[in-house]
Nanobody, 120 residues
Framework: QVQLVESGGGSVQAGGSLRLSCAAS????????MGWFRQAPGKERESVAT????????YYADSVKGRFTISRDNAKNTVYLQMNSLKPEDTAVYYC?????????????WGQGTQVTVSS
């Protein structure tokens, strides 16, 4: 497993931008697929964006397509989530997660979360 620490959350007005970072330590970062998830009060945790170990493939939830971009820098052991055109409904705690590369593995390392609040 890897240890994950998120940063970059905060409060922003609708239409604004934030960039979340997730720094990983431990076993080889480049052997992990990475994802960003979020959980709003009273709602279940949902997948926001994922990226494969090489960065070659990404996935986005329909609700964030065209506004959010996930990327990674394996040399820096860091994954990013650039969030533009933020909406109040994006307000949530955002979590970074890691899973061993491959389609059959599951996310088994999680960060502590970072709060994102978008005001109208």
């Amino acid at each position: 497993q890897v240890q994950l620490v998120e940063s970059g959350g905060g409060s922003v007005q609708a239409g604004g931008s934030l960039r979340l970072s997730c720094a990983a330590s431990g076993r080889a970062f480049s052997s992990y697929d990475m994802g960003w998830f979020r959980q709003a009060p009273g709602k279940e945790r949902e997948s926001v964006a994922t990226i494969t170990w090489s960065g070659g493939n990404t996935y986005y939830a329909d609700s964030v397509k065209g506004r959010f971009t996930i990327s990674r820098d394996n040399a820096k052991n860091t994954v990013y989530l650039q969030m533009n055109s933020l909406k109040p409904e994006d307000t949530a705690v955002y979590y970074c997660a890691a899973k061993p590369k491959g389609i059959f593995s599951r996310y088994n390392s999680w960060g502590q979360g970072t709060q994102v609040t978008v005001s109208s």
